[in-house]
């Protein structure tokens, strides 16, 4: 637990000094939401119909965009070398970079999707879905980026294949997150999609740093 | 075969017909080792006789391809853990965090690795204590690798400090003081019975620790044998 904290702790920091990518997650996040409307128009009772979906395609892209780096300057440095060598081992190292990546990513997407639900003109009532869908759902996305990050390490263009790794096990997420949104915007009951939501975030902590901790000692071998 | 008897007790580090495939080309194969307490060993050899594979199959990170590794007449599949808590290991790279000072750097590691988080002495030991708060990325290549040397210096003020010490071309980017404080750290290490793999280009190093070192040359074919 000493080890799992430590851990976290030294990658807020790195990530408050040193990161931008955070904020450019962010502001992607926000960019990226204000380009739809462009796109398909500004129908006041349409756009509370798609914002839910566009939202949570959004914020996943946007988590993406760091998941690259979750690995790479450790494997760079050696770092990951000592680590392994350590006491915390790698599912714990594995679970430390997820719940960094999601307090440093995950977090400020779940502050700033508000925001774009009220762009979206979505009613009073689905703020709540959106907020509850984040909260279960961004966790999901850092741990089994993870998994993608520690199997592309080291690899040519491994945010490419990182894309094309995780955004399948993406879908699920974004279809019951999604789903949370729209049940709240047409009035019907929103539990079940919220319970399968946090049904895969005890999945993946459970399951995602065992298997990113086996991705990691591949790429350590 | 690991075993220890009453009237030779084994002891130390030892390994036997050790062999590593990297890809599909045998880095070497064969290969027994023995290196006592109180001992170092130097490993030599052209670029790609696999010094650097060797100390990474001692070290755990990578899976020998034959033969087995023994710590103090047991081999260490028995106890993974345990063997990982043993060794100390400096690579090629330099693990720090260009944000993080010097002190921070360092820091981390000793309370990741559960030793005595009180680094001044080891700064001190590699004369970089005037960089305590000063980020890693201002650093020379040299003092990168003074504050990466600090580990040991700080694993060693700590009594669960690990035993076994895997040095991998250690004194690279050092000028001719530091590798003395190398040597230095290396012998006190091996003055409390410790036990030092350093692979080497030759230079002051080895004549600093040669009193106390035995040598290995790793063929390119990859075949060697020391005791």
Redesign the interface.
Same mark, same amino acid.
């Given at each position: 637990m000493i080890g799992l904290l430590l851990l976290i702790r030294r990658e807020l920091a790195l990530a408050l000094r040193g990161g931008t990518d955070a904020v450019m997650a962010v502001v992607f996040f926000v960019l990226a939401a204000i380009l739809f409307p462009f796109g398909v128009g500004t129908d006041p009772e349409m756009l509370p119909r798609i914002g839910g979906g566009i939202i949570w395609v959004v914020a996943l892209l946007a988590a993406m965009l760091s998941l690259e780096r979750m690995f790479a300057a450790d494997h760079e440095d050696g770092s990951l070398d000592l680590l392994y060598l350590s006491p915390v081992g790698l599912g714990t190292l594995a679970l430390a970079k997820a719940l960094a990546h999601w307090l440093t990513t995950g977090v400020l997407l779940l502050v700033a999707a508000p925001v774009l639900a009220l762009l979206y003109n979505l009613p009073a009532s689905a703020f709540g879905a959106l907020v509850i869908s984040m909260l279960l759902g961004t966790p999901v996305l850092s741990l089994v980026g993870g998994i993608g990050a520690a199997l592309t390490l080291g690899a040519r263009r491994g945010g490419v294949l990182l894309a094309l790794l995780i955004l399948p096990l993406y879908i699920p997420v974004l279809i019951f997150g999604a789903g949370a949104i729209d049940g709240a915007v047409a009035g019907r009951p929103i539990g079940p999609q919220l319970m399968v939501l946090g049904g895969f975030l005890l999945a993946a902590l459970a399951l995602a740093p065992w298997a990113t901790a086996a991705a990691l000692r591949q790429a350590i071998e | 075969m690991c075993r220890t008897t009453k009237r030779r007790p084994v002891q130390g580090l030892t390994t036997h017909n050790l062999g590593c495939i990297r890809g599909e080309r045998a880095v070497f194969a064969g290969l027994d080792l023995a290196v006592k307490p109180g001992r170092a060993l130097l490993l030599s050899g052209a670029n790609g006789s696999g010094k650097s594979s060797l100390l990474r199959v001692l070290? /755990? @990170?990578? *899976?020998a391809a034959s033969g087995e590794i023994c710590w103090e007449g047991e081999t260490i599949e028995g106890d993974p853990?345990a063997h990982?808590?043993r060794?100390a &290991?400096i /690579?090629?790279?330099? *693990?720090?965090? *260009?944000?993080?000072t010097a002190a921070?750097n360092l820091r981390?590691?000793a309370? @990741? &690795? /559960?030793l005595d988080p009180a680094i001044e002495p080891a700064l001190y030991q590699f004369s970089i204590e005037h960089l305590a708060d000063v980020p890693a990325r201002y650093f020379s290549a040299g003092q990168k690798r003074r504050l990466n040397l600090a580990r040991l210096a700080a694993g060693q003020k700590s009594p669960a400090g690990p035993a076994l010490w895997l040095l991998d071309e250690p004194a690279t980017g050092l000028d001719p003081g530091a590798v003395s404080m190398l040597a230095n750290t290396i012998l006190a290490h091996l003055s409390q019975e410790g036990v030092a793999i350093v692979s080497t280009h030759g230079g002051r190093l080895d004549e600093l620790l040669d009193s106390h070192a035995d040598r290995v040359t790793l063929q390119t074919t990859g075949n060697g044998t020391a005791s």
């Open positions: - | 070290a /755990g @990170l990578l *899976p853990d990982r808590a060794v &290991y /690579g090629h790279a330099d *693990p720090l965090k *260009p944000s993080m921070e981390f590691w309370r @990741l &690795y /559960g």
